[in-house]
């Protein structure tokens, strides 16, 4: 059995510059943080060639091309796993809610095949290949920064190159930094789950159609090298009116984005003390990011309770995708061989006096940090 954990995330600034529609002509930035709520992928053989998958629903085929759920069938078909397995999906939060939930699924789920394969794959790879499967094969109108942040775990800055390529470098601050940056920011649920594709392809959509847009994101770009840069010299104030200065640019990447309602919200929530925010993910719904000195913390969660507001109380993950259990399926021929490789080290050991001179293989991939 393998159980793999991939954190959520929340992105400060940058969302936009991850599409390809932007930055293969300019280059993107996105200043992004994972999160300690999380996405677990349970792997398990059964007893015969079926598949058996779990999530919200419960699916049980003979062939992995007639399942329904598109992120399992296209991991299962990358990683060459095809039949016999039971995968059960458990998540900490909900779908839809903008915190990067199919990413984490998908670098989740593919961490945990290649496990189960006893082959690890670094981040970067895990992230490569979750990218390939939702935007090449499924053609999901997402960018690239979930996949990469839920790889790598962290604080992290992504850059996104005209040839494809994204570099991922951490910020680096002290302890005490980081303590004042989570400190500040408040995370509530709206209540409103929505599927972010409509306001994704539009987005796209107006990227490919007019050169303000591209400088739109241009402007959210710069905004999250500004972040970067108050961070690493620990003016951690600065980023609140950052973040609504980005809040209110991503308002003109779709007509969705926001609403009426959710601008009213953030209205009240200025006015009760907070001094930036954002609507987490694609927007339309999910979950309200703010900054909010200490001091009025209180004043502003009073004022989302009242408007029906649930707080998620939150801290930076520091680590990505993860294996945190792996067992040996005795009765697989890679279980047969590991249990054969046992016994004849024992009886090894037993003829030198206790000495050791085979290795044993290894029951548990190591992940990069």
């Not at 930094?177 to 306001?199: C, H, N, P, W």
Request: glycine share 10%; aromatic share 6%.
């Amino acid at each position: 059995m393998i159980i793999s954990r991939t954190p959520f995330r929340v992105s400060l600034a940058g969302g936009g510059s991850d599409f390809a529609e932007y930055y293969r002509q300019r280059p993107g930035n996105v200043v992004t943080a994972a999160i300690d709520y999380y996405m677990y992928v349970t792997i398990n053989r059964r007893f015969d060639d079926s598949i058996r998958v779990s999530y919200t629903r419960t699916e049980i085929v003979d062939r992995v091309e007639d399942l329904q759920h598109d992120l399992i069938r296209e991991c299962m078909k990358l990683t060459g796993l095809t039949s016999g397995l039971e995968i059960t999906t458990i998540a900490d939060l909900p779908a839809g809610i903008g915190l990067g939930s199919s990413s984490t699924l998908t670098v989740g789920l593919l961490n945990a095949l290649f496990a189960m394969k006893q082959e690890w794959r670094s981040p970067a790879e895990l992230a490569r290949q979750a990218c390939e499967i939702e935007i090449d094969i499924l053609r999901k109108p997402i960018g690239k920064q979930d996949q990469y942040i839920a790889a790598f775990g962290g604080l992290q800055d992504i850059r996104f190159r005209s040839d494809d390529s994204v570099s991922v470098h951490p910020v680096i601050c002290s302890p005490d930094l980081r303590e004042q940056l989570v400190d500040r920011l408040l995370l509530f649920y709206t209540g409103v789950t929505r599927e972010a594709g409509s306001i994704l392809c539009e987005a796209r959509k107006r990227l490919q159609a007019s050169p303000d847009n591209l400088a739109v994101v241009g402007g959210l770009v710069d905004i999250a090298s500004r972040v970067r840069r108050a961070i690493l010299s620990g003016r951690i104030d600065c980023v609140g009116d950052l973040l609504d200065r980005g809040w209110r640019l991503k308002k003109q990447m779709a007509s969705n984005v926001s609403n009426g309602h959710f601008d009213a919200i953030y209205t009240a929530a200025l006015e009760a003390g907070a001094v930036g925010g954002k609507i987490a993910g694609a927007g339309g719904g999910g979950c309200l990011l703010l900054f909010v000195p200490r001091e009025r913390h209180d004043a502003v969660r009073a004022v989302m309770s009242a408007a029906g507001l649930r707080e998620i109380p939150f801290a930076i993950e520091p680590e990505g995708s993860r294996i945190i259990h792996f067992s040996e399926d005795r009765h697989s021929p890679v279980g047969r061989t590991a249990k054969a490789q046992r016994t004849a080290n024992a009886g090894i050991a037993g003829r030198t006096g206790g000495k050791r001179r085979a290795v044993a293989i290894s029951a548990r991939p190591q992940q990069a940090s």
